[in-house]
């Protein structure tokens, strides 16, 4: 089986900070494993442990920042994957999610594939469209919310885990899931397991092959802008009786108003 396992790069939460006029200042972020795709990376890796001469590729697109560095390439290849396929553009380190999937679609096309992993959502947007925006694209079998993974020589066989019920379904190849955080634990990389990540293959696939349009033909993001800071009214009640009730709601609609 022909796997491919989607992960995003992202600035480290924590090193983020806020500017004056509300921008996100990334100086000093450094760069991360989407935290959502570290299951996709995971799930990938035990389905190719179960399953004989399978493969699995590592698949990322974005800006020459991030996916150009020594460090983030290791560190994806040191949790299981095979190999890593990059689509590096600085067009695309502000795209979104539609962009991104059609991105992929043509990366996965070039590379072939049997069933595609993506993390639930990633962890700078949390969008939670690619996945199922890829598969739409690919003209496969897609899914999204999948706990379970049980895959087959013709087909994978998936749990979902929704508000009162577990639904099971079972799906063709190819097919494109998207996964939940709960699915897995991911593994902390051996020593042995990010020396070995060094020798492993990097596939370089320009953005003309994905058969995307470069620089300017891409959507992007104009900004992303942090909340404003509201001082606290400091109007507090306490109690539930009809007359706390009243007071609360009587509150809500004086600021609301």
């Excluded at 806020?18 to 990334?26: A, E, P, S």
């Excluded at 389905?47 to 390439?73: C, F, H, M, Q, W």
């Excluded at 590379?111 to 939670?128: K, M, R, V």
């Excluded at 942090?226 to 109007?235: H, K, S, T, W």
């Amino acid at each position: 089986m022909k796997i491919l396992a989607c992960c995003k790069i992202v600035p480290e939460e924590q090193d983020l900070a806020i500017n004056k006029d509300r921008t996100v200042n990334l100086e000093k972020a450094e760069p991360k494993i989407s935290q959502y795709d570290l299951n996709a990376l995971e799930a990938a890796a035990q389905i190719a442990e179960a399953i004989p001469d399978s493969t699995v590729t590592a698949l990322t697109a974005g800006g020459k920042k991030y996916l150009e560095n020594s460090k983030i390439r290791k560190d994806i290849l040191s949790r299981g994957p095979d190999s890593l396929a990059v689509v590096v553009d600085d067009g695309l380190a502000t795209s979104l999610a539609d962009q991104t999937a059609d991105v992929l679609a043509g990366a996965a096309r070039k590379l072939g594939f049997d069933l595609i992993l993506c993390g639930e959502g990633s962890g700078d947007l949390y969008s939670q469209q690619a996945g199922l925006l890829l598969g739409e694209k690919l003209g496969v079998a897609c899914i999204n919310a999948v706990s379970k993974i049980v895959a087959g020589d013709a087909s994978v066989t998936v749990e979902r885990s929704l508000e009162d019920e577990v639904q099971v379904l079972e799906l063709p190849l190819p097919a494109v899931l998207s996964l939940t955080s709960d699915i897995n634990v991911p593994r902390i990389p051996s020593m042995k397991s990010i020396l070995a990540a060094g020798k492993k293959t990097v596939t370089a696939i320009s953005l003309a092959d994905t058969g995307v349009g470069g620089g300017a033909t891409l959507s992007t993001m104009t900004s992303v802008l942090a909340p404003e800071q509201v001082n606290r009214l400091g109007m507090i009640t306490e109690g539930d009786s009809d007359e706390h009730i009243a007071s609360f709601v009587g509150n809500l609609r004086k600021i609301l108003n």
